[in-house]
Structure formats: structure tokens, C-alpha cells
């Protein structure tokens, strides 16, 4: 019986040898690891741009609220602890209603440090330092500004040079990555327009 010739194949349908497959496995890892790489570089680079951006937020936040109270106020009041700071002022508001108002930051370094805000009527009861507790429970009327908050080298959170003067200097930050956020702001008061003060505590 005849042999039947054997069958060649062509050269364009030939297998991939095993050299070839290690080689192309090679080449597909390293691809992957440079686009893995660069992916991981964007995401932590738009999670930086996005925590710094939202410190900035922060600060800009707590910088507005002290300074547009600062500039309606007719009578300040800083006390100073080492459990943190309280800001009292009795401002004429700032709508275009003239009404008599009492507002307050309290500014506190446990936990990273945080800034709180309160505003009341005069008739209410005078403005003092919360306790860790009322803070804890969201309590007093206490709104909580912002956290992450803390003095910007050696300068505290609020300085009072002179009765119309304030000083507001702090850090907010960023997260492990990025430097703080700082904010340094100086507002003056109206003054010499004193009320029958009931918005400090004696």
C-alpha cells in the first residue's frame, strides 16, 4: 500500500515555541507593571490635589466665619486654656437687620484638633468653654467647623493684641502626604458700640 506524502505545513501556520511564549509573557508583565504603575501614581496624586483641596476648604470655612463675626462685633473676649481657646464676641450681626447676637469659636487640639462655633441671643445663657462630652454628643449648640485643626508653629489659634484686634493663625491638615494648609488672617472690629453685655461669662 502507498504512503501518502507527508503533510507540510506552512511556514505562517507554525506553532509558538516555548522561548517565544516566555518571551511574550515577559514583555506582558512588564506592560502591566508600567501601566499598573502609573495608574497608582494618578490615583495617589488625585487623592492628594483632593485632601488638600478640601483642607483648603476647611480653612478658608473657619477663616470667613471668625472674620465676618469679628468685623460685626462691638466687644471681644478671649480665654485661653491648655485644654484649648474660647472666642466670645457680641455682634451686631451681620444681616441688614441690626440685632444684637452672641457668637463664639472654641477651638480644641485633643484628637487632632477641631474647631466649633456657636451663636445664641443674649437673653440665652452666657457663652462658655464646652466639656469634652457636650462636644462628644454634639450638644450645647455646638457646629462643628472643621477638624484636623492645629496651631501653625509657635503662633496660637487666636491672639487678642489690642480689645478691637484679632489675630487668626492655623494649620489644617492635609493628610500624611501633603503639607498643611496654612491660614493667617487679622480682623478688626467696629468697637465703641457696646452693648449691655450678656455673652461672657464672668
Known amino acids: 500500500m502507498p504512503h501518502s506524502p507527508p503533510v507540510r505545513r506552512r511556514s505562517g501556520e507554525r506553532g509558538i515555541t516555548l522561548v517565544e511564549l516566555l518571551i511574550y ?13 502609573m495608574l497608582v501614581n494618578s490615583l495617589t496624586a488625585q487623592r492628594r490635589v483632593s485632601e488638600r483641596s478640601q483642607a483648603s476648604s476647611v480653612g478658608q470655612i473657619i477663616a470667613q466665619s471668625v472674620h465676618a463675626g469679628v468685623r460685626a462685633a462691638t466687644e471681644l473676649k478671649l480665654t485661653s486654656a491648655s485644654t484649648g481657646q474660647l472666642l466670645v464676641l457680641t ?28 451663636r445664641a441671643a443674649p437673653t440665652s445663657a452666657r457663652i462658655v468653654a464646652p466639656s469634652a462630652a457636650d462636644l462628644a454628643a454634639g450638644s450645647g449648640g455646638w457646629a462643628l467647623l472643621g477638624t484636623g485643626i492645629q496651631p501653625d508653629q509657635a503662633s496660637p489659634v487666636f491672639a487678642l493684641p489690642t480689645s478691637t484686634t484679632l489675630h487668626l493663625t492655623f494649620a489644617v491638615n492635609s493628610g500624611t502626604d ?6 493667617a488672617t487679622t ?4 468697637g465703641n458700640e457696646a452693648e449691655a453685655n450678656t455673652c461672657f461669662a464672668p
Request: proline share 4%; aromatic share 8%; net charge neutral.
Open 25 to 37: 509573557s515577559g514583555l506582558s508583565v512588564l506592560v502591566l507593571a508600567l501601566v499598573g504603575g
Open 91 to 118: 455682634s451686631l450681626g451681620t444681616s441688614t437687620e441690626i440685632v444684637t447676637v452672641c457668637e463664639g469659636w472654641y477651638y480644641t487640639p485633643v484628637n487632632g484638633g477641631a474647631m466649633y462655633a456657636t
Open 178 to 183: 501633603s503639607a498643611p494648609v496654612r491660614i
Open 187 to 190: 480682623s478688626t472690629s467696629r
